[in-house]
């Protein structure tokens, strides 16, 4: 049987992902000075426009204005030219502190009162579905896709960066559908690729470009044939982009960010949010669980899936799925995870060390596949004690 | 194999929820004046606050404050000790036309250009990955654990507005686990509602009456046995609530507008767009194809994936997985679909009459399995003609 899977990711130039990265870099700010900040920062943007709004509660001083300001500097917006520029943008703000009545819920919660157990304390931000996955698809232990997606949206912007392609401007979109000869990756049956360009150079020019500076670096060419479509700015034009094109929001790539429609979401945000909040704290504990799992050689591919109530520590239900891929039952590998991965959102912080800085480079190109060393969640740290599985 | 399958939903006081409905309040005011207006409007709201951003072009006039002010009064924010009402927001707007070299490609798609074919016309007004789902587990073709988290959620409005729990303010959540025994559902394992209130109210008051007027009047009492954990307010206070308690922005509540984590999503929100958009157009037409296809005894549950690139009509990928519960192979499954149901923009368009200003409606409680009459997606009139294969 013939399956198409496809996924697309975006550049740090597309609006959505100007919005996650800055609502990060707010977030990192406040977590360098202060481990206990609690952040929830949502940002939009709009021609001319960045709003900050959100609920704060911390010691540290953000300077709002400024940090959006270098965050759209540092993603390439730097002339007016552009239609959008960090000193040319009007910036707002509108903060304020946690919710008390959230914030009792959060600082003790519901266990905590009888148990008195360290990890017991926080309850989780907010209730809500979590998953997390894992596929030996590739290096990166994700799916083709999604893999493939992020890989040409960060070489869209490495060759506007380097000026290889020196006519290209930061908005970008990348799709990529693989088939599959039932569960064998066969061939890529279509690339889709927008980036945003300016006026002078032509349609041909950009599409031959972008197949040999873009496509040709990335995929890897056993996988195209010539039944392989191409799709290289299909609305023929692309000059206006970013904020000026398309408003942008906070949490509105949250499946660019996961797993590329491969796996499910329970519809939970990354950017902006410190890790008290489970949509994200237990979403990078679900993938760190699933990939160890899958590293260890206990399933092929696998999906966990986690809910919480708010204010309280303990998920309220978890799940796994082998898609009969697993070494043992479904059951046995939920007792495994179960038995090494602790998702009480104080276990994950510590077991994670996530009250670092290191948001703002989550926030684009995919929270997961990437090995960079703060990424505690793709560390391959726990396979030797699965093994023994 | 025990499995736990969990899914929320939410209120529509919800912070989000409140921006989705102006977001489609917004797109339902242009289309009534105007059957041919391009609408991409996004709400974001923070205490005291309300911005409206997006790209609108229309012929149409859309008094955007009064819209704004008449959907939050309806919601309910109609006391300034609730923290938010419609008559002291501030009310912001920064909305500007569609980007012309967007229109360009969605107003003549690729196709049209050699075709004339009037369902080639207009492209897909972006790229993006698609999914519609159905089952038989209820009446609604629903999973049981969204079915019921909006059930709650409606139940919860519901008592607020009829003044049966007079204490009761708009926000508000809801989720349900639901526990299989492999593909048989055995039981509700927990539920977890947390309802804004006025200061006035005991816990053990709310809980008692959240139990009795909501729970007792929604839930199959089988269901629900003495190990079932029902969690009322978790925090223990949810007096500050609405956007004061929490930023809200359009388009950040996708699993619970669709399937409630049970089936995959492409990552595209629904409210504020106008049906050129398939992310919402292609969503509504995967479901009302998954639904008579499951109607017509085709399949046990459907899953329908779909890809598109911006400017181009046809999709670029279709599959169906039907989990091995298809009459026929899914390939044949497929053949079915594609026989039976066109997924160009137009044509979705044309055969779910979608040009009309009905979407305030679809905000919130879910766009799918509700029977309102206009939701022509949910129509079961595709039915008879399938059971001929
Ligand atoms: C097509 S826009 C979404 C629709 C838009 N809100 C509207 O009203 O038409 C989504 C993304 O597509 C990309 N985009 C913008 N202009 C484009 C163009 N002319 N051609 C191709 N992609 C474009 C940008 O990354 C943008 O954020
Ligand atoms: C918990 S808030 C999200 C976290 C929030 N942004 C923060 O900074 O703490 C998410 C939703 O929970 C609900 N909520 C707000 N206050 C609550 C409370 N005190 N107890 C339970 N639920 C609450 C509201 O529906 C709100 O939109």
Chains 1, 2 share one sequence.
Not at 254 to 261: E, H, K, L, R, S
Not at 360 to 381: C, I, M
Request: aromatic letters at 8%; glycine letters at 8%; a negative charge.
């Amino acid at each position: 049987m013939r399956r198409f899977i496809a996924s697309e990711s975006v550049t740090e130039g597309h609006p959505d992902k100007v919005c996650d990265r800055i609502s990060d870099a707010i977030l990192d700010e406040c977590l360098k000075q202060d481990k206990n900040a609690r952040v929830a920062c949502e940002t939009v943007t709009s021609t001319g426009l960045v709003l900050v709004v959100g609920e704060i509660s911390t010691t540290a001083y953000a300077p709002v204005e400024q940090i959006v300001r270098q965050t759209i500097k540092e993603i390439g917006y730097d002339d007016p030219n552009i239609g959008f520029d960090y000193s040319n943008v009007a910036v707002l703000t509108s903060l304020i502190e946690q919710s008390p009545d959230i914030a009792q819920g959060v600082n003790s919660a519901q266990e905590f009162k009888s148990t008195n157990d360290k990890y017991d304390q926080i309850g989780a931000g907010d209730q809500g579905i979590i998953f997390g996955y894992a596929d030996n698809e590739t290096e990166e232990y994700l799916p083709v896709s999604i893999n493939y997606a992020h890989k040409l949206a960060q070489r869209l912007t490495e060759v506007r960066k380097n000026k290889v392609l020196d006519y290209l401007r930061p908005d970008g979109k990348t799709q990529v559908t693989v088939e599959y000869d039932d569960d064998k990756l066969v061939r890529i049956d279509n690339i889709v690729i927008s980036a945003q360009h300016t006026e002078d150079v032509s349609l041909e020019q950009i599409r031959e470009d972008i197949i040999n500076e873009v496509i040709k670096k990335v995929i890897d060419p056993s996988l195209i044939d010539e039944n392989t479509k191409i799709y290289v700015n299909p609305t023929g034009k692309f000059v206006i982009g970013g904020p000026k094109g398309d408003s942008g929001l906070t949490g509105r790539k949250i499946i660019v960010d996961t797993y590329g429609g491969y796996s499910k979401s329970g519809g939970g945000a990354f950017s902006g949010k410190d890790p008290t909040k489970v949509d994200r704290s237990a979403a990078y504990m679900a993938r760190y669980a699933a990939k160890n799992m899958v590293a260890a050689g206990l399933a092929e591919k696998l999906e966990i899936g986690i809910s919480y109530a708010i204010g309280v520590a303990h998920p309220l239900s978890i799940y796994v799925d082998s898609f009969g891929t697993g070494k043992y039952e479904d059951e046995r590998l939920l007792e495994i995870v179960k038995e090494n991965f602790d998702f009480r959102p104080q276990a994950i912080i510590d077991n994670l060390d996530l009250l670092r800085p290191i948001y703002k480079n989550t926030s684009s190109y995919g929270h997961f596949g990437r090995n960079n060393p703060e990424f505690t969640w793709e560390a391959l740290d726990k396979v030797e004690e699965l093994k023994k599985y």
